[in-house]
């Protein structure tokens, strides 16, 4: 059963400040999804790393995927109070036969505030 | 247009009504999903539909009935549901490729439908 763990569950910043956001994975996956959720709203996509190795850059958030270990991060830098919001990353979880259904499975969640 | 277009966005209704929700998309996409979020909680995955077919069910209440009239339209149907199933639906959509998805794109997702049941 793939299971996504993200860490930590709740983040709260200063503003200026960096931190990074964990996410593992209990089985193979070569796609890991990064997702934004503002409190009401729906999932906007972030990133999309589809290789090991994979590095992504938005703004203040930069995204890395290792499918060896196993592990994703979102890093965030010099954070400001718009980055307030929950961050979920999924992964995809494999069909009965090798295939991709195309199931994202999604980690619990990491809701980020940022403060003055 | 690369949006996942859901209607209503906003629905009340009593244990004994029957409603639909309803989701469109025009971007070609030929895998389409429902999701059910809890408050505070992730995203869970219901069903999902490749090529106009049922290909997932994750053992989903008979309460709700999904519909995939053509490759745009995605509809769930709603009947004698609990207050249990207040949440937000969630549907998304996906390419494709070889009865695979699209290991290129990511998952478009509508902006929901606020569910509370009473």
């Known amino acids: 059963e793939l299971k996504v763990e993200q860490n930590p569950l709740f983040l709260s910043m200063q503003e200026g400040k960096n931190y990074t956001i964990y996410c593992n994975y209990s089985?193979?996956?070569?796609?890991l999804y990064w997702y934004r959720q503002d409190p009401g709203k729906s999932l906007e996509s972030l990133f999309v790393?589809?290789?090991?190795?994979a590095v992504k850059q938005e703004g203040r958030l930069m995204a890395s995927l290792d499918t060896k270990a196993r592990l994703s991060t979102l890093h965030i830098t010099a954070a400001v109070h718009d980055l307030s919001a929950t961050y979920f990353c999924a992964v995809v979880r494999r069909g009965s036969y090798g295939g991709s259904q195309g199931n994202l499975i999604f980690g619990k969640g990491t809701k980020l505030s940022v403060k003055p | 247009d690369t949006e996942v277009t859901q209607t209503p966005k906003h629905l009340v209704m009593g244990m004994t009504n029957k409603k639909s929700l309803k989701c469109e998309q025009h971007?070609?996409?030929?895998?389409m999903y429902w999701y059910k979020q809890k408050a505070k909680k992730p995203p869970e995955l219901m069903f999902v539909y490749s090529y106009e077919k049922l290909s997932i069910n994750e053992s989903v209440p008979s309460r709700f009935s999904p519909e995939c009239p053509n490759s745009s339209l995605l509809n769930l149907h709603l009947h004698a549901l609990q207050p249990e199933d207040s949440a937000l639906y969630l549907c998304?959509?996906?390419?494709?490729?070889?009865?695979?998805?699209?290991?290129?794109?990511?998952?478009?997702f509508g902006s929901g439908t606020r569910l509370t049941v009473v």
């Open positions: 790393l589809l290789s090991n190795g």
């Open positions: 998304a959509s996906s390419q494709v490729i070889r009865r695979q998805v699209d290991r290129s794109g990511g998952y478009t």
């Open positions: 089985t193979t996956s070569d796609r």
């Open positions: 971007m070609g996409h030929r895998a």
